[in-house]
Nanobody, 127 residues
């Protein structure tokens, strides 16, 4: 059974930092594309990053570039999202997702090709 557990969310002030983790079990992590998405209240889900199984990383949201960094540790089956200089508009539920195995085109802004999703971790930024 595939399971994605996101953690590390919380409440921080404007300018603060958080590191999200997504522990994935039940699949061969190296063979899967994995990504971070978020959904703010009243808004559609948006893609942040997708780390393809091939090694490439796709970036989708300009507003987080230079502040957020994605990384994956294949030995630990874990995807990370380091977030710095957080802003109130970063407030959202953050989700990780995985698609594969070895699926071409799995990464996209919408995440529609990623078949496994975690329940999310809430990030709240106060001004």
């Amino acid at each position: 059974q595939v399971e994605l557990v996101a953690s590390g969310g919380g409440s921080v002030k404007h300018g603060g930092s958080l590191r999200l983790s997504c522990q994935i079990t039940g699949l061969t992590f190296d063979d899967y594309s994995v990504g971070w998405f978020r959904q703010a209240p009243g808004k559609e889900r948006e893609g942040l990053f997708c780390s393809a199984w091939s090694g490439a990383t796709a970036y989708y949201t300009k507003s987080v570039q230079g502040r957020f960094t994605v990384s994956r540790d294949n030995a630990k089956n874990t995807l990370y999202l380091q977030m710095m200089d957080l802003k109130p508009e970063d407030t959202a539920m953050y989700y990780c997702a995985a698609g594969g195995p070895r699926q071409a085109g799995a990464c996209s802004n919408s995440g529609h090709a990623l078949q496994y999703w975690g329940k999310g971790t809430l990030v709240t930024i106060s001004s």
